[in-house]
Nanobody
Framework: VQLQASGGGLVQTGDSLRLSCAASGRTSSNNGMGWFRRAPGKEREFVGS????????YYADSTKGRFIISRDNAKNMMYLQMNSLKPEDTAVYYC?????????????????WGQGTLVTVSS
């Protein structure tokens, strides 16, 4: 399975941005997926996850209420809608495929990772 994250860029505080994650290869719609991010000088941080059918989502406290994760299994795509962006959201964002039907807030719960896309939020 290959994952390709895209959609990053430079935005201003309060703006919105949507990231996409395209899956290819031996994909499976039976697995949960998730988003993580790594800010400069910091460790990788959980952003949110979505279940295999999109029926369940889970967010980090820092993104809850501002970010929305969705997926389209017919297109092998996952999305991260980011609203009310803050400078502290600046990071490289990674998508990943879970080992199970539901996502996890731990990186160890994921098997495949995308290469990341950079989001920069200016103040």
């Amino acid at each position: 399975v290959q994952l390709q994250a895209s959609g990053g860029g430079l935005v201003q505080t309060g703006d919105s941005l949507r990231l996409s994650c395209a899956a290819s290869g031996r994909t499976s719609s039976n697995n949960g997926m998730g988003w993580f991010r790594r800010a400069p000088g910091k460790e990788r941080e959980f952003v949110g996850s979505i279940s295999w059918n999109g029926g369940s989502t889970y967010y980090a406290d820092s993104t809850k209420g501002r970010f929305i994760i969705s997926r389209d299994n017919a297109k092998n795509m996952m999305y991260l809608q980011m609203n009310s962006l803050k400078p502290e959201d600046t990071a490289v964002y990674y998508c990943a495929t879970s080992l199970r039907a539901y996502g996890s807030n731990e990186p160890s719960g994921y098997k495949y990772w995308g290469q990341g896309t950079l989001v920069t939020v200016s103040s």
